[in-house]
């Protein structure tokens, strides 16, 4: 029987993380028949947990680390489900984060739907500004309508639509790439307010500057296959503006909610310092490529 949604889940961060997640996508509410498809490289932790509590779930493992962009390809090469969800090992479903996208993609004819992110680590401040450097533009409310930007953690595909862009990353899903094909293609993303997802990771200082920095040289890096030499070094030499324009885009897009406005000033040292790290790994990146730093994603 072919499942009514396929949810892929590269897991990276252990098994105190996963275990949340996928106990959350068990108490789903609705009888809706889901596959769950987990593509981990953290090893024998994760083996036991899916045997032991969800064995009903398939587990794609890998012997040695892998990037989150390669375990979520090989995730959504497994799966046989009309909609494809993608979410995070760190991240917890509501109940009924299943009817929602079902009925997100009923109504709406758009290839890729997303939805909100709210933060669920809330006792520290270093988690507050990890979740605003991430996450500003996808506090709830979401706007309910066409979009350029979806959340990672929370997005949702029609197969029918984008099977031909699965095909065409097929060794690595970077979701700002293959959301710019789908665009590309005179299609939308639509945001849906009503599909809704909680964050809750927690970092040291030194883990997300390195994580910011690895994220922005990857991404960087990447990118270069797909522009003019002219645009690589109009972004590579137009990197160390990106600290003042970051910070205040995000600080505009946390206003507009008028929602954590003293979490937010509080996290203002925090952000200029990932700001930085994010422009300093966006310039390595144009200059000299990727790397291995996709490795260092979580």
Same mark, same amino acid.
């Given at each position: 029987?072919?499942?009514?949604?396929?949810?892929?889940?590269?897991?990276?961060?252990?098994?105190?993380?996963? =275990?949340?997640?996928?106990?959350?996508?068990? &108490?789903?509410?609705?009888?809706?028949?889901? =596959?769950?498809?987990?593509?981990?490289?953290?090893?024998?932790?994760?083996?036991?947990?899916?045997?032991?509590?969800?064995?009903?779930?398939?587990?794609? $493992?890998?012997?040695?680390?892998? $990037?989150? *962009?390669?375990?979520?390809?090989?995730?959504?090469?497994?799966? $046989?489900?009309?909609?494809?969800?993608?979410?995070?090992?760190?991240?917890?479903?509501?109940?009924?984060?299943?009817?929602?996208?079902?009925?997100?993609?009923?109504?709406?004819?758009?290839?890729?739907?997303?939805?909100?992110?709210?933060?669920?680590?809330?006792?520290?401040?270093?988690?507050? #500004?990890?979740?605003?450097?991430?996450?500003?533009?996808?506090? !709830?409310?979401? #706007?309910?309508?066409?979009?350029?930007?979806?959340?990672? +953690?929370?997005?949702?595909?029609?197969?029918?639509?984008?099977?031909?862009?699965?095909?065409?990353?097929?060794?690595?899903?970077? =979701?700002?790439?293959?959301?710019?094909?789908?665009?590309?293609?005179?299609?939308?993303?639509?945001?849906? +307010? !009503?599909?809704?997802?909680?964050?809750?990771?927690?970092?040291?200082?030194?883990?997300?500057? !390195?994580?910011?920095?690895?994220?922005?040289?990857?991404?960087?890096?990447?990118?270069?296959?797909?522009?003019?030499? &002219?645009?690589?070094?109009?972004?590579?030499?137009?990197?160390?503006?990106?600290?003042?324009?970051? %910070? /205040?885009?995000?600080?505009?897009?946390?206003?507009?909610?008028?929602?954590?406005? *003293?979490?937010?000033? %509080? !996290? /203002?040292?925090?952000?200029? $310092?990932?700001?930085?790290?994010?422009?300093?790994? =966006?310039?390595?990146?144009?200059?000299?490529?990727?790397?291995?730093?996709?490795?260092?994603?979580?």
């Amino acid at each position: 029987m072919t499942p009514q949604l396929s949810i892929i889940i590269a897991s990276i961060n252990g098994r105190e993380y996963l =275990e949340h997640c996928l106990d959350a996508l068990e &108490k789903q509410d609705g009888g809706i028949t889901a =596959e769950v498809i987990v593509a981990d490289c953290v090893g024998d932790e994760v083996t036991k947990l899916l045997r032991e509590k969800h064995p009903q779930m398939k587990l794609i $493992s890998f012997a040695e680390k892998q $990037s989150v *962009p390669k375990l979520r390809a090989t995730a959504i090469a497994q799966t $046989s489900g009309q909609i494809i969800a993608v979410t995070e090992d760190h991240c917890i479903p509501p109940s009924g984060w299943y009817q929602s996208l079902l009925k997100a993609h009923e109504v709406n004819p758009a290839p890729a739907i997303g939805g909100a992110v709210d933060n669920g680590a809330t006792k520290r401040i270093i988690d507050w #500004a990890v979740f605003f450097c991430e996450y500003s533009n996808f506090i !709830s409310p979401v #706007a309910d309508g066409v979009v350029h930007d979806l959340p990672g +953690p929370n997005v949702s595909y029609k197969r029918s639509q984008t099977q031909h862009i699965f095909n065409s990353n097929e060794e690595e899903f970077w =979701e700002t790439f293959v959301h710019g094909q789908i665009e590309s293609e005179g299609k939308q993303l639509w945001s849906d +307010p !009503s599909v809704s997802m909680i964050h809750k990771k927690h970092f040291t200082f030194s883990d997300f500057i !390195s994580e910011r920095f690895h994220y922005s040289r990857a991404f960087a890096g990447t990118r270069n296959e797909s522009i003019s030499l &002219k645009q690589r070094l109009i972004y590579l030499f137009g990197s160390p503006l990106l600290p003042p324009m970051l %910070m /205040l885009r995000i600080g505009k897009r946390v206003w507009a909610k008028k929602r954590h406005l *003293p979490e937010f000033a %509080m !996290s /203002l040292p925090y952000l200029l $310092s990932f700001m930085v790290a994010w422009s300093v790994g =966006e310039f390595v990146g144009y200059a000299t490529g990727p790397g291995d730093s996709a490795l260092y994603l979580t």
